[in-house]
């Protein structure tokens, strides 16, 4: 199946603090760096796509703050199209509160107008309706991933972070659902296999998953689906900063799904350029392009 991708999911503004070493309960640390940049696992997850050639638009919603033009005009500058970025009045925008010590990172969400969708996808239906390929998170509420699902006619990745009981409906149209392993162990329920992504996948796919990506941070990722199981590994690279890594895969896989890449490439592609983004500070700006990809992945064969 190829496609136009649409990306509906958060925008955020991140707010970063580059620390020494992460804050443990109670204790107090100062920050060596703070910076702020557009987020949003929506808004990643477009760039990151269109970045890698894919034609993507985002549906989002933010406030009627001072930050909504800013996060608007943040990601018009980077070339997505944001006529569906829209601003729901009364509401503030999002904000991510980031904490950075070196490859691991803490995240606190405010979440802002990525909560309020009064009127559903309202005037964005139709383009909901004819994506090729769409991509949903879990940072808005899960009526709205819903009613996405059930609109689109084309193939529909979710990406379940951050961790929430899927709908069964909706897992039914997860082709495929992306998880980590904390997700994947929280859906797996109770009891279920721990330290086997293997088999943990292979209950959801009899829950109904048309098929299931599970990222491994440095080890890769493993895929399962019709075609079987199989893993593929990370890119040994120098890590600075990983916020964002999990975005820039869910990116990668949709641009290459959407190509008409079969799940095991488009995996392999996607684990590729989560390892390219950890090599600088940041996410938008730290995403690779397809030429970056090709390099890193031609020096690893
Ligand atoms: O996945 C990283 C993102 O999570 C950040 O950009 C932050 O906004 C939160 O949504």
């Keep these: 199946m190829a496609g136009d991708i649409v990306v509906l999911g958060s925008v955020n503004r991140d707010v970063v603090a580059e620390v020494a070493t992460l804050p443990g309960p109670g204790e107090t640390v100062s920050a060596e760096r703070v910076r702020t940049n557009v987020g949003g696992k929506g808004a990643n997850q477009a760039v990151a796509a269109r970045l890698l050639g894919g034609r993507v638009r985002l549906v989002a919603r933010v406030g009627d703050d001072r930050e909504s033009e800013a996060l608007r005009a943040g990601l018009g500058a980077g070339g997505l199209d944001v006529s569906a970025v829209r601003v729901v009045p009364g509401h503030r925008s999002g904000s991510a509160y980031i904490t950075v010590a070196g490859a691991e990172n803490t995240i606190v969400v405010d979440p802002g107008a990525n909560h309020a969708w009064p009127d559903g996808l309202g005037p964005d239906l139709a383009l909901v309706r004819s994506a090729g390929v769409l991509v949903l998170q879990q940072e808005v509420p899960a009526a709205v991933n819903d009613l996405a699902s059930t609109a689109c006619g084309g193939r529909v990745i979710l990406n379940a972070a951050p961790a929430r009981p899927v709908p069964a409906a909706l897992l039914a149209r997860c082709d495929p659902l992306v998880v980590n392993e904390h997700e994947l162990a929280d859906l797996s329920g109770p009891?279920?296999?721990?330290?086997?992504?293997?088999?943990?996948?292979?209950?959801?796919?009899?829950?109904?998953?048309?098929?299931?990506?599970?990222?491994?941070?440095?080890?890769?990722?493993?895929?399962?689906?019709?075609?079987?199981?199989?893993?593929?590994?990370?890119?040994?690279?120098?890590?600075?900063d990983s916020t964002g890594a999990g975005d820039a895969f869910v990116g990668a896989l949709a641009a290459e799904l959407a190509t008409g890449a079969a799940l095991p490439e488009a995996v392999r592609w996607a684990a590729a350029a989560a390892s390219a983004s950890v090599r600088a500070a940041g996410t938008h700006a730290a995403y690779p392009d397809r030429r970056c990809v090709r390099e890193l992945l031609d020096r690893h064969r």
Excluded: N
């Design 191 to 240: 009891g279920g296999p721990t330290g086997q992504p293997h088999r943990a996948m292979a209950a959801l796919l009899g829950r109904g998953a048309r098929s299931v990506v599970t990222t491994l941070g440095t080890r890769g990722a493993a895929w399962a689906g019709a075609d079987g199981f199989g893993t593929v590994p990370a890119l040994e690279v120098d890590a600075v």
